[in-house]
C-alpha cells in the first residue's frame, strides 16, 4: 500500500509515496496526485506537484515500478479512496492511463484529470504500454487495439505534435478537452512551464 503524511510541503514541492507506506491526510483540501510514465519517476512530475503547492494543495507522486503496474489501479484507489479528500488526478504517458481509470472507480471523489501524451486509444507503441495496467471494467482491449472509456470527471488531454510513441490521435481521443503543443515530443512536455500553467488553469476551472 503506498502512503505517506500528505500536507502542504515547504522543503520540496511533492511527497514521494512508497511501496510500504501509508496515505494519511489532516484535511479535507483537494490533493493533486500526479503519476509518472512507464520507466519514469515522481520527479517527472516535478512541475505539477510545484504548481499544487503554490497554490497552497497538497500533492503526492507515487512511485510505480515493474510488476506494480498491473494492480496500481486497485492499490492506488484504496490508498486515495481512505483519504476522503478531493482530488485533481494527473498524469503522463502510462500514468495517465492509471488517472483515467482512478477517476472510474473514485467517482465523485475526483474534481479532474489530466492527461499528459498518454495512451488512451490504439497505436502500435500506446497499446504495447497500456496492455501493462489496463482495467477491465474500463479499458476495452482486443489482439489488435486499447481504449477506454472517458472518466466522469472533467478531463483535459495535453499532447505533443511530434510524439511518436503516442500519436495526436491516441492521446486525445476521449478526452472533452484537448490541447496539442506545436513542436513537442513524449517527454519534453514535461520540463515546459505553459503544461503544468495549462493543468493548473484547467484545476482551477473544475473547481470553479
Known amino acids: 500500500m503506498w502512503s505517506d503524511t500528505v500536507s502542504v510541503l515547504t522543503t520540496q ?4 509515496l512508497g ?7 489532516s484535511d479535507d483540501s483537494p490533493l493533486v496526485f500526479s503519476i509518472h510514465g ?3 519517476a515522481p520527479r517527472d512530475m516535478g512541475l505539477f506537484a510545484k504548481s ?15 510488476s506494480q503496474w498491473h494492480n496500481a489501479v486497485h492499490r492506488l484507489s484504496i490508498a486515495l479512496e481512505g483519504t476522503g479528500r478531493p482530488v485533481h488526478l494527473v498524469g503522463h504517458s502510462l500514468g495517465g492511463l492509471i488517472a483515467v481509470q482512478l477517476a472510474h472507480v473514485l ?10 501524451a498518454s495512451p488512451l486509444s490504439g497505436s502500435p507503441h500506446s497499446d504495447r504500454f497500456a496492455f501493462y495496467s489496463a482495467h477491465p471494467l474500463f479499458v476495452t482491449k482486443t489482439s489488435e487495439t486499447v481504449s477506454i472509456s472517458p472518466p466522469p470527471a472533467p478531463m483535459l488531454a495535453v499532447a505533443g505534435e511530434r510524439d511518436v510513441l503516442v500519436p495526436v490521435g491516441s492521446a486525445t481521443s476521449v478526452s472533452s478537452r484537448s490541447i496539442v503543443i506545436p513542436g513537442e515530443g513524449h517527454r519534453s512536455l514535461l520540463n515546459k ?3 503544468s500553467h495549462l493543468v493548473e488553469t484547467f484545476q482551477e476551472e473544475s473547481t470553479s
Open 13 to 16: 514541492p511533492y511527497r514521494v
Open 19 to 25: 511501496d510500504s507506506q501509508t496515505l494519511a491526510v
Open 52 to 66: 499544487a503547492k503554490d497554490r497552497g494543495l497538497a500533492s503526492a507522486c507515487p512511485k510505480i515500478s515493474g
Open 38 to 40: 512507464y520507466l519514469g
Open 107 to 116: 467517482q465523485d471523489q475526483v474534481l479532474s484529470v489530466a492527461t499528459i
Open 193 to 195: 512551464p505553459y503544461t
